[in-house]
């Protein structure tokens, strides 16, 4: 009996996805359950599984095929039973007997052996990974000068080398589709503009340090940045209530509830999960959230319900090493803070040059909605807090 494989439902609003790959082929025997095909929609991957165990009959849907919830990909025929040895017999199988059968190839620089390279060329071509067809010496001997001039480009020798071809032309994944048009619209829509300022860590690395392994021990999760962050943010949103609100035509909706999304990056690119109801959070409650969405972003295993309804938006391009940035707004939010690297400076301090670990961050914000005094403000809030958490934990 022949079972219909079709497109499960991809989540709210959410009407059709992009066949990323195909994990099984035609013939190969499955389990129920066992995942079949990924698909790409612009939000998430998902995966879809064996309605019933049996050979994978067909595929009516190919790899970049953009199919519909419900629509029919392929078929398992339930009726055939598992080849003995199991399930992967056929493709161990298949492998060896492909393994013996492949020809035995030398690599190019081994062309000394056939008296065509000189041994002090053949070493230098070894070490450095280049072939070289012909050369300028007796009968096309290739010298080490050749190889020399081929390592470093000149036309003193032809260089075999496949590099593959120059361009590559691939199609963007829906995921990555959307991050553009969302992107684009936040900045054809949105009055963006950044403010900045920086932040002495050195209070928060020291009380980071202190409890690092006592946290650790308690809470069974690291003592990370984000969390004094986030708890900043919380506490400046509630200062600056405009910078969590959103606009909708001419009014104006401000939000009494904290989901701050964190973009983290993942394969498809970068993602925003968001940490519901954060100021009802403890900083372990915090840091093994967003530790446990990234570890979802890694593998894919987002859902879309992950990633929507944030009212802030944390991104720390600082873990890629950047300095500063300009963040771009998640519409429709009105705010997103930017986190940077952290390196030692030389500061003045109380008339004195001292070398303190320095954050510099950034607010892009609707101007919309939000004037310049209170985005200074807000990032005003996250810098006493920061560079004072005590704050944070006295509620002042």
């Known amino acids: 009996m022949s079972i219909d494989i079709k497109v499960p439902p991809l989540g709210e ?8 790959s195909w994990t099984k082929s035609e013939g190969d025997y499955v389990q129920a359950d066992e995942m079949l095909a990924e698909l790409e929609t612009d939000k998430v991957t998902l995966e879809v599984n064996a309605p019933a165990a049996g ?3 067909k595929i009516t849907a190919g790899e970049g095929d953009t199919v519909e919830v419900g629509a029919i990909i392929g078929a398992i025929d339930e009726s055939a039973s598992a080849p003995a040895g199991g399930a992967e017999a056929p493709k161990a199988a298949s492998a060896t007997s492909a393994l013996s059968a492949a020809p035995t190839t030398a690599p190019a ?5 056939s008296g065509t390279m000189s041994p002090a060329a053949q070493k230098i071509a070894t070490e450095q990974n280049i072939a070289v067809a012909s050369g300028t010496g007796k009968d096309g001997r290739v010298t080490k000068g050749d190889v020399l001039a081929a390592a470093a480009g000149g036309a003193g020798a032809s260089v075999v080398a ?9 199609r963007m994944t829906k995921l990555r589709q959307k991050i553009a048009e969302r992107l684009k619209e936040s900045q054809d829509t949105a009055a963006i503009l950044t403010t900045f300022n920086e932040i002495d860590m050195s209070h928060v690395m020291k009380l980071r340090s202190t409890y690092k392994d006592d ?5 069974d999760t690291k003592l990370g940045f984000m969390s004094f962050f986030v708890k900043a943010a919380i506490k400046a949103l509630k200062e600056i209530p405009s910078v969590n609100a959103e606009l909708d035509g001419n009014e104006i909706i401000y939000k009494n509830y904290y989901d701050i999304g964190v973009a983290v990056g993942s394969p498809q690119g970068l993602v925003v999960p968001v ?9 372990a409650g915090i840091e093994s959230t967003i530790v446990g969405l990234g570890k979802k972003a890694r593998d894919g295993k987002l859902s879309v319900d992950d990633m929507m309804g944030g009212t802030f938006t944390i991104s720390n391009g600082g873990v890629y090493g950047s300095l500063l940035s300009t963040p771009i707004i998640n519409p429709p939010q009105t705010g997103i803070l930017g986190l940077h690297k952290i ?4 500061m003045a301090i109380n008339g004195e040059v001292v070398i303190r670990p320095m954050m510099y961050i950034a607010l892009s914000y609707d101007h919309r909605l939000i004037d310049g005094k209170e985005a200074v403000t807000f990032l005003v809030k996250i810098k006493e807090a920061i560079e004072d958490p005590q704050r944070l934990l006295l509620d002042l």
Do not use: N
């Open 275 to 283: 940490v519901r109801d954060a100021d009802l959070l403890s900083f």
């Open 13 to 20: 609003s959410i009407t059709e996805a992009t066949i990323a």
């Open 162 to 170: 496949d590099r593959g071809p120059r361009e590559e032309r691939v």
């Open 215 to 219: 946290f650790l021990d308690k809470h």
């Open 343 to 346: 390196q030692e400076r030389p």
């Open 109 to 113: 620089s081994s062309a000394a052996a």
């Open 55 to 57: 050979i994978l009959q």
